[in-house]
Nanobody
C-alpha cells in the first residue's frame, strides 16, 4: 500500500524555486505530524521540515531555515514544501513522511514514507 505520494520534483536553477506536494492516498493523516526529509547520494537521510497539524507547530533543518516553508492545505490535507533560493547542495531525493505524535526530526520517529521525488539544482 502506498499512503503518501510525492510530486513536484524536477530540475531547477540556482536561486530558483520548486514546490513539492505530498498527497495522502488510501488513508488520512489529519492527526499526524507530517515531515519532509532528503537524501543525497552517499549521505544519510536528513531532516528538512515538519508540521504538527494544519496551522500548527513547524520545525526546520538548519540548512533550509529561511528558504523553505512547509504547509498543509486543501480538503485532502496535502502537505507542501515550498523551496526558494535553491542551492546545488539542495539536490537530493525528497521524501514525505508521517508520524503519530509531536514534531520529530529523526527518520526513525516517522512511521509512514512516500517513495520520494528527485530534486536537482543546477548552476
Amino acid at each position: 500500500q502506498v499512503y503518501l505520494v510525492e510530486s513536484g520534483g524536477g530540475l531547477a536553477q540556482v536561486g530558483g524555486s520548486l514546490r513539492l506536494s505530498c498527497e495522502p492516498s488510501g488513508r488520512t493523516f489529519t492527526s499526524y505530524t507530517m515531515g519532509w526529509f532528503r537524501q543525497a547520494p552517499g549521505k544519510e537521510r536528513e531532516f528538512v521540515a515538519a508540521i504538527r497539524r494544519r496551522g500548527g507547530n513547524t520545525s526546520y533543518g538548519d540548512s533550509v531555515k529561511g528558504r523553505f516553508a512547509i504547509s498543509r492545505e486543501g480538503p485532502k490535507d496535502t502537505v507542501y514544501l515550498q523551496m526558494n533560493s535553491l542551492k546545488p547542495e539542495d539536490t537530493a531525493i525528497y521524501y514525505c513522511a508521517a508520524r503519530w505524535g509531536e514534531v520529530g526530526t529523526q527518520p526513525s520517529e516517522f512511521h509512514y514514507w512516500g517513495q520520494g521525488t528527485q530534486v536537482t539544482v543546477s548552476s
